[in-house]
């Protein structure tokens, strides 16, 4: 059986668009440099097989995924390509301390951010040194399990440390929410904070409109789902999807 690559490149590809005539070839931007507008990484839906053109990256779908430090990788593997070559810029799962880490970031977060977000100190939302918010994702036992860096000033693609597979924001406040009241389902999670500041039960997705978690368990068995995602052609597209997804399984 193929595995479903366009879930795994989705996850982490921002601006995925058809590439010519060929509907299993997508471009997008590429995750692995500062890639602001050129779409410079190539993937194919059918095989697997993925490329920058800038030559940072080459290879298959089970490359990619550990690359990207996915839970695993090995669900990548193409039953016709069980030992996947090794690939030169293989990076390994590093052993740091995500928790420490995101206490770490949170010292350079600004005080009119901490002002617009009273919930934001409480679950470790931080500034790296670039600038970019860090946001990190807690299992629901409340360990830290990836760290989300927001993307840049000038556009620059989000990237993880840790688990950055999709997943939903704020597991461990997610199992303590009454589901006799509503769940408000954002775009992104700075609209989810600014509604958790407000005294409501709210999560996101972790990689935009486009992408629903797999897992829909933690969200389930809510009396009332209310999207709110942005007035623009992903949010309406995105909006659809999860209707559908929250209609069959939650």
């Known amino acids: 059986m193929t595995p479903d690559y366009e879930t795994l490149f989705r996850q982490y590809i921002n601006g995925v668009k058809?590439?010519?005539s060929d509907p299993n070839q997508s471009v997008g931007f590429c995750p692995f440099h500062d890639d602001k507008k050129n779409r410079s990484?190539?993937?194919n839906t059918a095989n697997g097989l993925c490329h920058c053109f800038t030559g940072c990256f080459k290879g298959n779908a089970y490359q990619f995924a550990k690359e990207m430090n996915h839970s695993n990788p090995s669900e990548w593997?193409?039953?016709n390509n069980k030992q996947p070559p090794d690939h030169h810029n293989e990076v390994k799962p590093a052993k740091t301390n995500l928790f420490n880490k995101a206490k770490e970031?949170?010292?350079?977060?600004?005080?009119d951010w901490i002002k617009e977000s009273r919930i934001a100190m409480e679950i470790l939302v931080g500034?790296?040194?670039q600038g970019r918010l860090t946001f990190p994702y807690f299992n629901e036992d409340g360990k830290v399990t990836g760290i989300k860096h927001h993307k840049g000033k000038n556009g620059e693609s989000p990237y993880w440390e840790g688990d950055g597979t999709c997943k939903?924001?704020?597991?461990?406040l997610l199992k303590g929410f009454d589901r006799n009241k509503p769940l408000y389902m954002c775009e992104g999670e700075r609209d989810c904070l600014r509604w958790l500041s407000l005294g409501h039960q709210a999560t996101t997705g972790s990689a935009g409109a486009g992408s629903i978690p797999t897992d829909m368990k933690p969200i389930s068995g809510f009396r009332e789902y209310i999207t709110i995602y942005d007035n623009d052609n992903a949010g309406k597209v995105g909006?659809?999807?999860l209707a559908e997804r929250l209609f069959i399984e939650a």
Do not use: A, R, T, V
Not at 105 to 111: A, D, F
Not at 168 to 172: D, P
């Open 18 to 20: 058809q590439s010519g």
């Open 41 to 43: 990484f190539s993937f």
């Open 77 to 79: 593997i193409n039953e």
């Open 105 to 111: 970031y949170q010292k350079y977060l600004s005080e």
């Open 127 to 129: 500034e790296d040194k």
């Open 168 to 172: 939903w924001y704020g597991l461990h």
């Open 239 to 241: 909006i659809k999807k």
